[in-house]
């Protein structure tokens, strides 16, 4: 019988599993010796919802259509929605193998609230607003998750940014605990063929305490990521060793993680040099679309792990000023400028620039019409005006770490035998390949012996 599991392990980082931890790491290093390991190219942009999309699909985002949490629903100047699993028009995973008989059971990943009925269970994400609202099908799985959890599933942490940090850490450990709990005993109860879970606390933990463990600001962190790792990697052999004999494993993450230097606030610049003009020179926080001269404002941005500009062009936007013809050129003025851009200690901030065109083979939906990853991801962005500095370093106390744009992808075809080896390869050893996040839905449906439909740009992974 065709069984796989996927195991998304949210942010996990390359340097960290195949390098820095690699050695206390007793089941991934054997998993690894006995398999096939990867870093996971993200995509453009490295942003958890089109990455587990593009993961679950074989499809980039521009031919997913939504960029982000959330996204321009038209080309008015405030009109933004909020992305979800109603966003998700093109077939996944599940759908495609469902169609040809297998059950699967989702659990957790990312954009699949509200949850749809399929062949077996779907139990949404962290993005599920509220735990009262209906998110898990069958009608029957959310009470029975807080039977098996021992009286509630944790959907979520509360607050991830957050400077109460012994609260933080205490969370993530119940809700990976507790959702292990309902793994381990769904692998063996329940009827599946694919099996396809997320965990989120690599990435909770990363942000709340990815400092700490790379200095020595506060010594009772500073083993908090090793020592989390370790806890994951124990939960990772008992998910094994409950596991059918004829069980395949991939375990993946969306991006990877690195030091956040602070943030940059990219609406300050762009109207320091007149790209954006406000009416009120003395406004502070949230860029005010009633506030901006529109008939002089030729660019303005938003923020978050990158930077988003938007062009402000003539029968596109509702006030609109640039020329089709123009673009081009503002494009290659804006990456001048921002290539001469400094840190307060004046060294250079070197930068990444994507333009969708380029980036995708088919646009849909309204992404940016730039993206830059400000310092190659070192820095964060805030669309807010009227800050002291176009640098700030205030944030960096709640969350500290930035996306990367690397992920893992780990292959064992014979899980439980490997576990059971006793040598292992030293990390010296590794053969590190180099995937693309739209390698994995192929890959799969490879095994289960279906054709990649034609939309897929991704290639199968040689998994033999």
Request: hydrophobic share 35%.
């Amino acid at each position: 019988m065709k069984r796989i599991f996927l195991l998304g392990l949210d942010c996990a980082t390359p340097q960290l599993v195949f390098d820095q931890y690699y050695d206390r790491l007793p089941n991934l290093s054997k998993l690894i010796s006995h398999g096939i390991c990867g870093n996971l190219e993200t995509t453009v942009p490295p942003v958890t919802v089109p990455a587990w999309m593009s993961m679950m699909t074989g499809l980039d985002p521009g031919q997913l259509g939504f960029f982000g949490f959330t996204d321009r629903a038209d080309y008015s100047y405030d009109n933004n929605y909020i992305v979800t699993h109603k966003s998700l028009s093109r077939d996944a995973l599940w759908d495609h193998v469902g169609k040809k008989g297998y059950k699967s059971i989702v659990f957790n990943v990312p954009l699949t609230y509200p949850p749809r009925a399929i062949d077996g269970i779907m139990v949404s994400s962290f993005l599920t607003p509220d735990k009262e609202l209906v998110y898990a099908t069958p009608s029957n799985i959310q009470e029975e998750l807080d039977e098996i959890a021992d009286g509630d599933y944790i959907i979520d942490v509360s607050n991830f940014r957050t400077t109460d940090k012994e609260k933080l850490l205490e969370e993530i450990y119940e809700m990976t605990r507790r959702r292990f709990k309902i793994l381990t005993n769904y692998v063996k109860k329940k009827e599946w063929n694919m099996f396809l879970s997320v965990e989120m606390g690599i990435d909770r933990l990363h942000h709340g305490f990815w400092r700490y463990a790379h200095s020595d600001e506060d010594a009772r962190y500073q083993n908090v990521l090793i020592d989390y790792y370790m806890f994951i990697d124990t939960l990772i052999g008992e998910l094994v060793e409950a596991f059918p004999e004829d069980t395949q494993l991939m375990i993946t993450s969306d991006h990877g993680a690195k030091t956040l230097q602070g943030t940059f606030c990219i609406n300050d610049w762009l109207i320091s040099k007149g790209y954006l003009v406000v009416e009120d020179s003395n406004h502070k926080g949230r860029l005010n679309p009633n506030k901006v001269n529109w008939k002089k404002t030729r660019v303005w941005g938003s923020g978050g792990y990158y930077c988003k500009l938007y062009f402000n062009v003539k029968d596109r936007e509702p006030e609109g000023i640039l020329e089709y013809s123009e673009i081009n050129e503002i494009t290659n003025e804006i990456i001048h400028e921002l290539s001469g851009l400094c840190d307060l200690d004046g060294n250079p901030i070197t930068n990444d620039y994507f333009l969708p065109k380029d980036s995708y083979e088919e646009v849909n939906g309204i992404p940016p019409d730039m993206m830059v990853y400000i310092g190659q991801l070192d820095w964060r962005v805030t669309g807010n005006i009227g800050n002291d500095h176009l640098f700030l370093f205030e944030d960096t106390a709640i969350d500290n770490a930035n996306h990367d744009k690397n992920g893992i992808v780990i292959f064992n075809s014979n899980p439980k035998v490997s576990l059971a080896q006793e040598d292992c390869l030293s990390k010296e050893n590794l053969q590190i390949n180099q995937y693309q996040m739209i390698d994995v839905a192929p890959t799969i449906l490879k095994y289960f012996d279906i054709p990649k439909p034609d939309t897929m740009k991704g290639q199968n992974i040689n998994i033999e």
